[in-house]
């Protein structure tokens, strides 16, 4: 997959692809086209074309986490001890090889980074807290907040 260098020419077509896609996935070429109003092979042509120009990044399965067990997310912000590139570089990597970090982003501001991660209960909190969180290279402070309710939640992008 090409990554895309700059923002990628989208038509309206284009565009009504990228919403259906985003609001199911598992849409069959032949759905895709009626909704979208094209012929299946110009529609197939378009999806390979979005594909390839990496506009359309992959295809995943959203999972509710609750039904698997996640029944907390904390948004957790992290400050390291100094802010040298061989330990940010060291973090970004231990960040990436954690399964239960979900997201992790490099911040502008009084902060470092912002991860978000799920846990089971409180004892599943505490355990990431101490044996994951703060062995972390470089941690010198975090702060979580821990999700009361979510109001609103997606991964779909306006386009």
Do not use: W
């Not at 700059?6 to 692809?17: E, F, G, V």
């Not at 399965?61 to 904390?74: F, I, R, Y």
């Not at 990436?96 to 978000?116: F, H, M, T």
């Amino acid at each position: 997959m090409r990554s895309i260098s700059s923002q990628a020419q989208l038509d309206a077509i284009d565009r009504a692809i990228l919403r259906e896609l985003q609001d199911d996935g598992r849409l069959t070429n032949v759905e895709l086209a009626q909704r979208v109003h094209l012929s299946p092979s110009a529609c197939l042509r378009r999806v390979k074309h979005l594909e390839d120009s990496g506009v359309i990044a992959r295809y995943v399965a959203l999972l509710n986490p609750k039904a698997v067990g996640q029944h907390g997310t904390s948004f957790t912000i992290i400050n390291l001890e100094s802010m040298n590139t061989p330990l940010l570089e060291a973090f970004e990597q231990a960040v990436r090889a954690e399964p239960q970090v979900l997201d992790c982003y490099y911040v502008a501001g009084s902060n470092d980074y912002l991860i978000r991660f799920a846990y089971r209960d409180a004892e599943d909190l505490e355990r990431f807290h101490t044996q994951v969180l703060m062995r972390l290279p470089g941690v010198a402070r975090s702060n979580s907040m821990l999700v009361l309710r979510t109001v609103k939640k997606t991964t779909a992008l306006a386009v």
